[in-house]
Every structure is written in structure tokens, then in C-alpha cells.
């Protein structure tokens, strides 16, 4: 049998009880750390305290950071600026090279490209108007709206027979199968408004009586986009600046395509062809110009020109020529390079309000007022915004009789930029010469001002001609 030893305890108490632990014993005053519960916890949140103290910011640290952050922020706001402005460009060039392919598909469609000053006239009937010679600022009196901008007395702009000749041939191009006439009777299928029988060029339901006008800038949205509506529509009380559009495009019946989509009209047609371009409804707006000193109620031609996404719209009324326009403006070169500078005229002035700035061009056509020069050419008298030429607007004998465009043969589309000013326009050149980019000012040929930094308002027009802005 093997026997177990037990190993010495401690003493044991009677009943098994342990004895109690010696406490440990300190200096006088001192307590041991084992005495307390707390203690080394408190001098630890101490040493904490102390240790953010030491780490947090004095008031002349935070001074610098900040100044520090201000300075960063002034570099880097010009940069965004800069960015910023850089994709709104962008913006506005991808644009105009959307609309520029919607203009050579009308091309491939109709034949040629859309002219930019039209003289429509919704009966038909161009009877008288194509032999009149009388200038195109006379037709005020005459038409549903003012013609805009023109030179004073019209002296060197074209004629009213020139606008509706000009008119009734691009028309006849587009759509040979609509009748107009140029004799005293109406077209055989047209009621003169008394029936369902018109042109409703500005879809509004209504037989308007008086031919209307519309610009470039106009003439870009009509052909591209086809007929608008109106909302609300006219009625009475006319249009105004807030008057919203929707572009319906063209009718499908090749004997009148000038059908309208208002729902209960006389001249309602649903069945239509797609506009050419998709115009964004909310930048459309009615030109003032072409709402002032109008002969009837209606007020203006009701059919919209287009703004840029750089500029808010709707353009106030009246426009005064300090801007901002932010309409897209659109010459046509008539397939031979012979620009009507007079196609789009807001009459801009100079920065001491002198104006509307002008400028001269040669061109080959007549003109009211203007007579043939020894180089067997004219004078155009042209007020702002006008089409962009490779050489001096005027030609002389020294150098050339005529003048040379950029696209001669095709058109121009500009975007008066971020400043809403278009500037006098004229000779544009390449950066790699050392004049510069617009040209300075031709003193001798631009009119009513005399400030030689005028064409600086170009530098940040777009156009459809070079890849961002002009400088």
C-alpha cells in the first residue's frame, strides 16, 4: 500500500479558514497603490489631459491653417473657373457641330442649304412683292412684324423684291410641289384663309394676312425644326417672350407642308416628318426685335430663334445692343459665297453706348440706295453680329474686287459667347500670324464708334469654322 504525503500548508484557522494577507506597508502619508481603487486610473486621465493639451492648436496655428486653406482655395478657383468655362464651350461647339450635320442632311434632303432672311407669306401669293423696290426696312408698316435691325433708311441692304425672290426660289427647291404665284390670282387651292387651306408657316391656327420676316437665327430653327407650337397659343392677345415652343417638324402631304399640329385647327395635320434637329423646347425664344411696331395683334412672326447653352434666355425687350443676345446666328452663303451680312442684324454699340457699330462689305448682288462701284461690285452697310471673311470686307483695286468667306460654299454659325456680344465680326485669321485673332479693328471700313478695342468681344464667340473659340 502506498502511502501519501501532504505537503505543508499555511496555517489554517479552525474550521479551515485561511489567515488574512499581510497588507503591504508604506512610508507615512503614502498610500500603497493596492489601497485604493482608483488611483492609477486617475493619473492616467491626468496624463490623457495633459497629452491633449499639449497636442491641440494655438490661435495663431489656426490663424495659418487658414490663411494657408485661402491661399490654396485662390489657386484653385481660377483653375475650376477655368474648367468650367472650358466644358461650356465645349458644350456650345458640340452643339453647333450637331446642328451643322442637321444642315448638310436638309442638304442631301431638299437640295441646298436653308437661306437665312425669308419674306414668308401665307397665302401664296407673292404677287407684286417680288418686283418691289423698295428697301427691306420699308416693310414695317407692311408685314406682321418689324424686320429687326437695318441700316438706316436701308441704304445698302438688299430690296423687298430681292427677299421674295430670293424666298419664293429657295421654297419652289424645297417643296416643288407646293403651288405659289406671282400673278394677280392666288394659287388654285388656296381659300385665302376663308377656308382649310393655307400655309400656317408659324402653325399657329390662324390665316396670318401680312407676310412676316425671319432672320437667321430664325431661319435655322423653321428649316431644321419644321412648324412650332405655340403655348398657350397667340389668339388675340399675341405672343410674348415667355411663350414656350415645341418644333413639329414638316407635314407629310408634298402639296403643303406648312401644316400645323394644333388640335382642332383648320390646318391640323398629325401626320408629320421628324424635325432634322431635336431643339431644346426650353431655349427657344421669340426675338424682341421682331416683336416692335408690329400691325396687328399678333405682334411678332411666332416662330423662335435658338439659344446657346452659355446664356439665359428669354432675351428682355427691348434689346438695346449692349447685350446679352444668346441667340445662334446662321448665314447661309447661298452655295456661290455670296453672304448677305444684313441676314442677321442685332445692332450691337461700343462700350460708350455709341452705335449700332457697322460695318462695309463688297458683294455682288444690288442694293438699295448703293451704286455700282468702278470694280463692278457694292457697298453693304451691315450692323453686328456679320459673317467672318479671310480678307478685308472691302475689296480694292490694289487687291482684290471681291472678298473671300470662311466656307465660302456652305455657312457660318456663331455663338456670341460667354459675354452675349457677338463684336462687328469681319476678317478672321489664323493664330500662326502675328496680328492676331480677330483681326484689330478696321478703322476705315466699321462705322459709329471709335473704339479700337472692339473686336476683343469676339475672342470668345464660337463658331462653327474653327474648334473653340476664336482666340
Not at 407650337?229 to 397667340?234: E, G, H, S, V, Y
Request: glycine share 10%.
Amino acid at each position: 500500500m502506498t502511502r501519501t504525503t501532504r505537503r505543508p500548508a499555511a496555517a489554517e484557522l479552525p474550521g479551515g479558514a485561511l489567515p488574512a494577507r499581510p497588507r503591504r506597508t508604506t512610508p507615512q502619508g503614502q498610500r500603497s497603490e493596492r489601497t485604493t481603487d482608483h488611483g492609477p486610473r486617475t493619473r492616467t486621465r491626468a496624463r490623457v489631459r495633459a497629452s491633449a493639451s499639449a497636442s491641440a492648436f494655438t490661435l495663431v496655428e489656426l490663424l495659418i491653417v487658414i490663411v494657408v486653406l485661402g491661399i490654396l482655395i485662390a489657386l484653385l478657383l481660377p483653375a475650376i473657373n477655368g474648367a468650367l468655362r472650358s466644358a461650356r464651350n465645349a458644350a456650345v461647339s458640340a452643339e453647333i457641330n450637331q446642328m451643322s450635320q442637321a444642315l448638310a442632311q436638309f442638304k442631301s434632303t431638299y437640295g441646298a442649304y436653308p437661306p437665312s432672311r425669308v419674306l414668308l407669306i401665307e397665302s401664296g401669293s407673292y404677287y407684286g412683292w417680288t418686283s418691289n423696290n423698295s428697301p427691306v426696312s420699308s416693310l414695317t408698316s407692311g408685314t406682321q412684324n418689324s424686320p429687326g435691325w437695318a441700316p438706316a433708311g436701308g441704304t445698302g441692304d438688299i430690296t423687298i423684291g430681292q427677299l421674295a425672290t430670293r424666298t419664293l426660289s429657295a421654297l419652289r427647291r424645297f417643296w416643288p410641289k407646293v403651288q405659289f404665284s406671282t400673278n394677280p390670282n392666288l394659287p388654285p387651292n388656296v381659300a385665302n384663309g376663308n377656308g382649310n387651306y393655307w400655309y400656317d408657316f408659324n402653325g399657329n391656327g390662324i390665316f396670318d394676312q401680312k407676310p412676316y420676316i425671319l432672320q437667321g437665327h430664325e431661319c435655322l430653327v423653321f428649316f431644321l425644326g419644321g412648324i412650332p407650337l405655340p403655348n398657350p397659343l397667340p389668339g388675340t392677345t399675341g405672343y410674348s417672350t415667355e411663350t414656350t415652343f415645341g418644333m413639329t417638324g414638316f407635314g407629310k402631304d408634298p402639296t403643303n407642308p406648312f401644316t400645323n399640329s394644333v388640335n382642332g385647327s383648320p390646318m391640323y395635320n398629325a401626320n408629320r416628318q421628324t424635325p432634322l434637329y431635336q431643339f431644346n423646347p426650353g431655349r427657344l425664344f421669340l426675338d424682341p426685335t421682331n416683336m416692335s411696331n408690329a400691325s396687328n395683334s399678333a405682334g411678332s412672326p411666332g416662330i423662335p430663334g435658338y439659344y446657346d447653352s452659355i446664356n439665359n434666355g428669354p432675351p428682355t425687350a427691348p434689346l438695346t445692343g449692349q447685350g446679352p443676345v444668346g441667340f445662334y446666328a446662321y448665314f447661309s452663303s447661298y452655295g456661290n459665297g455670296n453672304y448677305d451680312p444684313n441676314d442677321v442684324n442685332f445692332a450691337e454699340v461700343d462700350n460708350m453706348l455709341n452705335g449700332p457699330i457697322e460695318l462695309l462689305y463688297t458683294v455682288n448682288f444690288p442694293l438699295y440706295g448703293v451704286s455700282l462701284t468702278n470694280m463692278g461690285t457694292y457697298q453693304a452697310v451691315s450692323p453686328s453680329p456679320n459673317p467672318y471673311t479671310t480678307t478685308l470686307t472691302v475689296g480694292t483695286v490694289s487687291t482684290s474686287a471681291t472678298i473671300s468667306y470662311q466656307l465660302p460654299q456652305t455657312f457660318q454659325i456663331i455663338s456670341s459667347g460667354a459675354d452675349g456680344l457677338y463684336g462687328v465680326g469681319g476678317q478672321y485669321v489664323s493664330s500662326s500670324q502675328s496680328s492676331g485673332i480677330p483681326l484689330p479693328v478696321d478703322t476705315v471700313n466699321t462705322k459709329n464708334t471709335s473704339d479700337a478695342s472692339i473686336r476683343t468681344r469676339e475672342y470668345d464667340n464660337i463658331t462653327n469654322f474653327k474648334s473653340g473659340r476664336l482666340n
